[in-house]
């Protein structure tokens, strides 16, 4: 495990290796190790520069992502082909590109539950899926299906606006004895999206992702939403709030999906209403930068020293210097909020915004990963006096949220190509001490 941030401070670990009585420590006792597991749709993003006039010939609403009935699928595929429009394809999902991008992050194990084409051909999307995929995700629980795995047109118009039109595949026919328990043992958490509530009745994909949040319950992992896309969520506020009060801890939207979700449109308000329903939230918010929000002990509660900020609660990131913690495990449970803007004001080109939401859960989730592994390994630490989901203070996992979101943006691709660069190992030096 590769551990987020803070390189430099006395709880870093692992340990100094050099060290002659750790290293004695560690030929006694391996250390412990967690993964994170998530539940997702095998998909390949097919991306292509395309004017309204597609859209509209395609039925496609802008900014929305779609499922697709095969033969329209097929024509629009058509026309991208005759039209030479397809200018790359990756592998997507996401879920697979969390996964992913927690494994380059913390170079170390993830677990995707999903379904791979059984009879793979080179060249083929599945095999595409599977290059591009970190070799440390591990894909051994993968469901073989005989039809081919799912394809996401990703439509970007002139003015950056991506529209996501799916043909589905096999992708949702995960069946849930392909989840097993055992991949939930030593877990630090489980990541699902609300696109896995989407497919056709008769799709087993939602009964495999309530078997999953089943055993995420059985052995107290936590269980991460990501809201994918404000669309899934207009109209069924209800239900997914119901939902998030049932079975999840950590929400991740961004302030669109906030306020299909909350009702409220301003990321911080929305924000502060899903700690109604859940213990953590990232909310994303575009060239706004990002706010997270939760709850802490009141009395280890620490102040931040930073400048306070304004907001519609005022001087709300006083306390942001405090590690998250869920609502049940606080005596006195106090609400801490922090926001950052982009990264150096974001980059100076932006690629392509595909997966800069995804990036930002995956540095949430390294770190809530770091901190389950830290515990196991040294549970008499001082970090462990309180029972924390995460490692760092919401202050320091909004920094590290925000720059993984912007290396995304600086790359084609929805996936970290690598990790971040090594000089920044210590996060404090290059850009937490500015
Ligand atoms: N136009 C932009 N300028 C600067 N930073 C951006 C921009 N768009 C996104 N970001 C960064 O990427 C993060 C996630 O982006 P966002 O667009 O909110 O996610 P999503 O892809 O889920 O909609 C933001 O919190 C911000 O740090
Ligand atoms: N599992 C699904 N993933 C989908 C779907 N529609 C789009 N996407 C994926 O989203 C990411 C981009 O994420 P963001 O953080 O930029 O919002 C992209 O790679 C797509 O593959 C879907 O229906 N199901």
């Not at 009935?69 to 030479?84: F, G, H």
């Not at 877990?187 to 992702?209: E, F």
């Not at 306020?259 to 990321?267: F, H, R, S, Y």
Request: aromatic share 8%; hydrophobic share 35%; glycine share 6%.
């Amino acid at each position: 495990m590769k551990f987020p941030g803070q390189r430099k401070s006395k709880h870093y670990f692992p340990v100094d290796a050099r060290d002659p009585l750790v290293a004695q420590i560690q030929q006694e006792n391996p250390l412990s190790r967690t993964h994170l597991v998530g539940v997702g749709q095998t998909i390949v993003d097919i991306e292509a520069r395309v004017d309204d006039a597609f859209l509209a010939r395609h039925n496609l609403s802008k900014g929305h992502s779609l499922v697709l009935e095969e033969d329209k699928a097929e024509e629009l595929y058509q026309e991208l082909k005759e039209r030479n429009l397809i200018s790359h394809e990756y592998p997507g999902d996401t879920i697979g590109n969390t996964l992913h991008n927690y494994s380059v992050l913390a170079d170390d194990a993830s677990i995707l539950l999903g379904v791979m084409s059984q009879d793979l051909k080179i060249g083929s999307y599945a095999y595409r899926y599977l290059c591009n995929t970190s070799s440390r995700m591990d894909l051994d629980y993968l469901q073989p299906v005989s039809g081919p795995i799912g394809r996401c047109y990703t439509l970007i118009t002139e003015d950056g606006e991506r529209t996501f039109a799916i043909n589905e595949g096999d992708m949702n026919q995960l069946r849930p004895e392909f989840v097993p328990e055992a991949a939930f043992e030593n877990a630090s958490a489980l990541v699902l999206s609300s696109y896995l509530v989407r497919g056709k009745p008769t799709d087993p994909m939602k009964d495999s992702a309530l078997k999953a949040i089943e055993y995420a319950k059985k052995h107290n992992v936590p269980v991460v939403l990501t809201l994918g896309t404000k669309y899934v969520i207009e109209g069924k506020q209800e239900w997914w709030i119901e939902f998030l009060k049932e079975h999840v801890t950590c929400v991740a939207m961004n302030e669109e999906e906030a306020e299909a979700l909350t009702g409220e449109k301003d990321p911080l308000l929305a924000a502060d209403k899903a700690l109604e329903w859940v213990d953590l939230v990232l909310c994303t918010a575009g060239p706004i930068g990002l706010y997270m929000a939760g709850y802490t002990e009141d009395e280890l509660k620490r102040e931040s020293t930073l400048p306070l900020l304004p907001g519609r609660i005022a001087e709300f990131n006083k306390y942001e210097f405090s590690r998250p913690m869920t609502k049940a495990s606080c005596e006195n449970p106090i609400r801490v909020y922090s926001h950052i803007a982009p990264y150096l004001g974001g980059p100076v080109e932006i690629k392509n915004t595909n997966g800069a939401g995804d990036a930002a859960l995956s540095a949430l989730l390294h770190d809530m990963s770091a901190n389950v592994y830290h515990k196991a390994n040294v549970p008499n630490s001082a970090k462990h006096v309180a029972k924390c989901l995460t490692y760092s203070s919401f202050s320091q996992i909004c920094q590290y949220s925000n720059r993984v979101s912007y290396q995304v943006l600086t790359q084609h691709a929805p996936r970290l190509s690598r990790g971040l660069p090594e000089r920044e190992d210590c996060l404090e030096e290059a850009y937490w001490e500015r």
